[in-house]
């Protein structure tokens, strides 16, 4: 009887320490994406938030949300959101992932034979932006690549078009920034956040991932960045950039996949 209770005490004591499995901690992410009210709270909140935000954006002409951009008061205004986490939910594909491993065809694929899952709030958002008359922007990391038995040198963007149809806006390839559409397009948005610089004043940014507002967010840098990022280095630039946050900078929760996933 002794002994098993000093079992019984081990295996209880064993159950309160013992952490939880990454595998738990990712399903555990993306069960609060597909199931909890609270994200679609939150989602709401961000959006509703940045919706309030817009006219005084907007009515300033020295206000760009690219830091370093000065020269854009006679640029007509736009807004870049991301797509994945941002406008629409993967949290269904995430879920595939508990099983099997991640590759771009399989997140290609998915998204073509089901239907997109809006973030709530977006399509509202971006209504409102256009009829203030601005311009939006989605600046993806799906990639142009070719897929095996797919027609196409990009047929990820026909598809990244039909998800935004299916949550409620209508977009064109020429809005739709896909990674590696041009050589120098690589997964650092950076790059493509000055491309649109060049011809707008880009008033407010939205994503799910810290790549999406600071340049240099991940381990492996990818030009112009030199430096491999750090938690210490991403931390740093909360206060580099503390102005921004809540104010032309809307970040949408996603505890399932991102570039804080590769540094330590
Ligand atoms: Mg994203």
């Known amino acids: 009887m002794k002994t098993l209770y000093v079992m019984l005490t081990v295996l209880a004591l064993t159950a309160c320490t ?58 007509p205004p736009a807004i870049i959101l991301d797509v994945d986490e941002t406008v629409v939910s993967n949290a269904r594909y995430q879920e595939t992932l508990l099983h099997t491993p991640y590759s771009s065809f399989s997140h290609f694929d998915w998204m073509r034979n089901n239907p997109a899952v809006p973030v ?32 196409g040198d990009c047929p990820y963007e026909q598809v990244t078009i039909e998800d ?51 340049q240099c967010t991940r381990a492996k840098p990818l030009t112009p960045c030199t430096e491999p990022a750090t938690r210490a280095s991403r931390h740093a630039a909360l206060d580099t950039y503390a102005d921004y946050w809540g104010n032309g900078w809307y970040v949408l929760p996603n505890p399932m996949h991102g570039s804080w996933t590769t540094v330590r």
Not at 21 to 48: C, F, K, N
Not at 122 to 143: D, K
Not at 167 to 196: F, N
């Open 18 to 75: 013992t952490p939880p499995s990454p595998e738990a901690r990712i399903d555990l992410g993306v069960q609060w994406v597909e199931h909890s009210a609270e994200y679609q709270a939150l989602s709401a909140q961000v959006y509703a938030d940045a919706r309030e935000d817009l006219p005084r954006l907007l009515a300033d002409p020295n206000w760009s949300a690219l830091p370093g951009q000065t020269d854009a008061a006679n640029k």
């Open 120 to 151: 709530r709030g977006a399509t509202a958002m971006i209504e409102a932006a256009r009829r203030a008359g601005v311009e939006v922007f989605f600046l993806t990391n799906r990639a142009c690549e070719r897929f095996e038995g797919i027609d």
């Open 164 to 214: 935004l149809r299916e949550v409620g806006i209508e977009t064109v390839a020429e809005k739709l920034l896909m990674a590696w559409e041009q050589p120098d397009w690589s997964k650092e948005k950076l790059i493509r956040r000055e491309y649109i610089g060049r011809t707008h004043r880009v008033i407010a940014l939205f994503g799910d991932d810290y790549g999406d507002f600071v």
